[in-house]
């Protein structure tokens, strides 16, 4: 039986090597359907790990109160009632008042966009990002620290000038030296630099590691805006919890904004896991949506190889009948032909994938997606290209193996 397989191989390169440029243009036509497979669905693939990552990052076991909610705001018409800012006094009242066992509740907002930044006997282009936070801010948003330390409680209330800076800002203020307990000047104050971030690279297009943290009175006071709004960010250690630690915040917060009960919630909350499996299910659709596509594709293909077979067993009949009167069976014949399609096939599979796994990286490196390698695309492709073939030789060599030995050899 391998003995017998082995010598089909052997036809079916012969063969392969005999018509060169037809072999190598069905091996292309099997490719693009096998390239855009693969490569539609790597780059998913990366989206996915992308926005697990993100999404990690912004802590696992957390949820978060803010003026709207994701869903509120892609949906909100412009007819609705705007939702008020969350004012400081509000934002410290929940802190206060907000007791469920077992959270941390930091209290944030955003200062400035594109800011100079003076430190160490040079000035950075305006292109960083101030927050202003507490201590439990950096731990509920999942961001570590790689030198350095977070802020304490005394810091924060005592409103001293520390901050906690992005991994690119030390980098191109501080190059080969150390940034911590260095100085930096930001609007004329001074602050000294106690922690530098672990690198967070970019999130939805953001660069997350131009970043500078600083308390956020001392926030309020340098950059003191109208109608600054806060955000509060809660997480808990008790697995399991989310749902009713965020059900009490929603309740305590009304309290504090004083709604009745027949009225309408005028906040967002969002919580870890919601918007990870939202995110999620947008992917599975693109996943679905990639499949479709390269099944399409490779249905033409399928039907040009085909086609192509046809072709083959159309020229080789009198090759096929010389086989025949020398003992050959149908059997053999249909297996020389099935396995030249199988050849192909799977050449057009390795060549389709190569193909698909450079274009996904490519773009995958351009959009910031962290790339890793899809097996089960790569996987799916070999299989796909297998039964593709199986389908598109089955026919070809059965009729290759009907073929009368004696019309065979009469053919020219």
């Known amino acids: 039986?391998?003995?017998?397989?082995?010598?089909?191989?052997?036809?079916?390169?012969?063969?392969?090597?005999?018509?060169?440029?037809?072999?190598?243009?069905?091996?292309?036509?099997?490719?693009?359907?096998?390239w855009a497979l693969?490569?539609?669905?790597?780059?998913?693939?990366?989206?996915?790990?992308?926005?697990?990552?993100?999404?990690t990052s912004l802590g696992a076991n957390t949820?978060?109160?803010?003026?709207?909610?994701?869903?509120?705001?892609?949906?909100?018409?412009?007819?609705?009632?705007?939702n008020p800012i969350?004012?400081?006094?509000?934002?410290?009242?929940?802190?206060?008042?907000?007791k469920y066992p077992l959270t941390y509740t930091s209290l944030s907002f955003h200062a400035a966009s594109q800011i100079e930044v003076k430190g160490n006997n040079m000035k950075t282009d305006p292109e960083v990002s101030v927050y202003g936070c507490d201590e439990n801010y950096l731990s509920n948003s999942g961001l570590k620290l790689t030198q350095g330390r977070n802020f304490n409680f005394t810091e924060i209330a005592n409103n001293q000038h520390v901050c906690v800076i992005?991994?690119?800002?030390?980098?191109?203020?501080?190059k080969d030296i150390s940034p911590i307990h260095q100085v930096i000047s930001i609007r004329g104050y001074k602050f000294k630099v106690i922690g530098l971030l672990k690198e967070q690279g970019s999130t939805f297009g953001n660069n997350e590691d131009q970043r500078i943290f600083i308390p956020v009175q001392v926030a309020?006071?340098?950059?003191?805006?109208?109608?600054?709004?806060?955000?509060?960010?809660?997480?808990?250690?008790?697995?399991?919890?989310?749902?009713?630690?965020?059900?009490?915040?929603?309740?305590?917060?009304?309290?504090?904004?004083?709604?009745?009960?027949?009225?309408?919630?005028?906040?967002?909350?969002?919580?870890?896991d919601d918007m990870i499996r939202s995110m999620m299910t947008q992917v599975e659709m693109l996943n679905l949506a990639a499949w479709l596509i390269g099944l399409i594709t490779i249905l033409s293909s399928?039907?040009?190889?085909?086609?192509?077979?046809?072709?083959?067993?159309?020229?080789?009949?009198?090759?096929?009948?010389v086989r025949k009167s020398l003992g050959a069976k149908k059997r053999t014949i249909a297996q020389q032909f099935f396995t030249e399609t199988v050849i192909i096939g799977q050449l057009g599979g390795l060549l389709?994938?190569?193909?698909?796994?450079?274009?996904?990286?490519?773009?995958?490196?351009?959009?910031?997606?962290?790339?890793?390698?899809?097996?089960?695309?790569?996987?799916?492709?070999?299989?796909?290209?297998?039964?593709?073939?199986?389908?598109?030789?089955?026919?070809?060599?059965?009729?290759?193996?009907?073929?009368?030995?004696?019309?065979?050899?009469?053919?020219?």
């Not at 391998?2 to 018509?19: H, M, P």
């Open 1 to 34: 039986m391998w003995k017998i397989a082995f010598e089909n191989i052997k036809i079916a390169l012969t063969s392969i090597r005999s018509q060169v440029l037809r072999t190598c243009i069905t091996i292309f036509i099997i490719a693009i359907g096998i």
């Open 38 to 55: 693969v490569g539609i669905l790597s780059v998913v693939s990366a989206l996915r790990n992308t926005i697990i990552e993100d999404f």
């Open 63 to 82: 949820f978060t109160i803010q003026r709207y909610d994701t869903a509120t705001k892609i949906a909100k018409e412009k007819t609705d009632k705007p």
């Open 86 to 98: 969350i004012t400081y006094a509000e934002a410290s009242a929940f802190k206060e008042a907000y």
């Open 166 to 174: 992005g991994a690119d800002f030390a980098k191109k203020m501080f």
């Open 220 to 272: 309020r006071t340098i950059f003191n805006a109208a109608n600054i709004n806060y955000t509060l960010k809660i997480s808990t250690e008790q697995e399991g919890q989310l749902s009713n630690a965020s059900d009490q915040a929603i309740q305590t917060f009304r309290s504090i904004r004083n709604l009745t009960p027949s009225q309408k919630t005028n906040f967002g909350i969002e919580r870890s």
């Open 302 to 321: 399928s039907i040009a190889l085909m086609n192509i077979m046809l072709v083959s067993v159309t020229e080789r009949t009198r090759e096929i009948g």
């Open 352 to 412: 389709g994938t190569l193909l698909g796994l450079s274009t996904a990286y490519g773009l995958s490196s351009l959009m910031d997606f962290s790339f890793s390698i899809p097996w089960n695309a790569i996987i799916a492709a070999f299989i796909t290209t297998f039964i593709v073939a199986v389908i598109s030789g089955l026919y070809p060599a059965i009729k290759a193996s009907k073929l009368d030995p004696v019309e065979a050899l009469r053919y020219e």
